[in-house]
């Protein structure tokens, strides 16, 4: 039988057992492919997530530059780090196969969680409802810099007429972390709700997603 070295172990150990039974050094290991000058692929898999605190949420987190910053890691590397996580967020079930009703601020920051936790700008996504408050359409209708971005309030309704949505959510993220609200949000908030009733919809809530927390303005009475 052909000797394994170091680096394909994990490969090997990927084919006999399949991904599931891998621990994400062993899967980085693989996305990796191979190591650098006295330290194998695997070595500098577990280095990285050692130096993120075995959390794959603050790795998504880094930036090429960042990771670029660990020895062993050149751009290549980083690239290759970068869109498997990014590949792998975007399996994640933005919106189950079976009609998601949101009955919470929880339920709707699972299905916003995807798309805006590790961004290093500012998007506004707005989660279009029925009746029942069942996702009919999320659609990405902002985006801007690092502070913050512009939003079209016509736009946000055009939308919602054209899915015919009775409810809406709407949401931005804050790279910073930060998830008090800014005074623009405020004002951003009354006015899409005020807009909002004029063509008999409901705005159910607005929430500030950070680093895996959010800010419901529905759950702080806010609306």
Do not use: C
């Not at 075995?54 to 890691?73: H, P, R, T, W, Y």
């Not at 709707?108 to 500012?122: D, M, N, Q, T, Y």
């Amino acid at each position: 039988m052909k000797s394994w070295s170091v680096e394909d172990q994990p490969r090997e150990k990927y084919l006999r057992l399949g991904g599931q039974k891998l621990t994400d050094a062993e899967l980085l290991a693989i996305v990796i492919g191979n190591g650098s000058v006295g330290q194998s692929a695997l070595s500098l898999a577990k280095s990285l997530l050692i130096r993120s605190g075995n959390d794959l949420q603050k790795l998504f987190e880094l930036s090429v530059e960042n990771l670029m910053d660990f020895k062993g890691v050149g751009k290549v590397k980083a690239v290759k780090i970068k869109a498997s996580l990014d590949l792998g967020y975007r399996l994640l079930p933005l919106i189950p196969s079976k009609p998601l009703s949101l009955s919470s601020s929880a339920a709707a920051f699972s299905v916003l969680k995807p798309v805006l936790i590790g961004l290093a700008h500012e998007e506004f996504w707005v989660l279009y409802l029925d009746n029942a408050h069942v996702v009919l359409e999320r659609s990405l209708l902002g985006k801007g810099g690092f502070t913050a971005t512009v939003v079209d309030i016509r736009l946000v309704l055009q939308q919602a007429l054209k899915w015919g949505a009775t409810a809406m959510i709407v949401a931005h993220n804050h790279p910073t972390g930060n998830l008090t609200p800014s005074g623009a949000d405020k004002t951003l908030t009354l006015k899409l709700k005020d807009a909002a009733k004029l063509l008999d919809m409901v705005l159910l809530d607005h929430i500030i997603v950070g680093k895996n927390e959010y800010f419901s303005f529905a759950d702080q009475q806010l609306l």
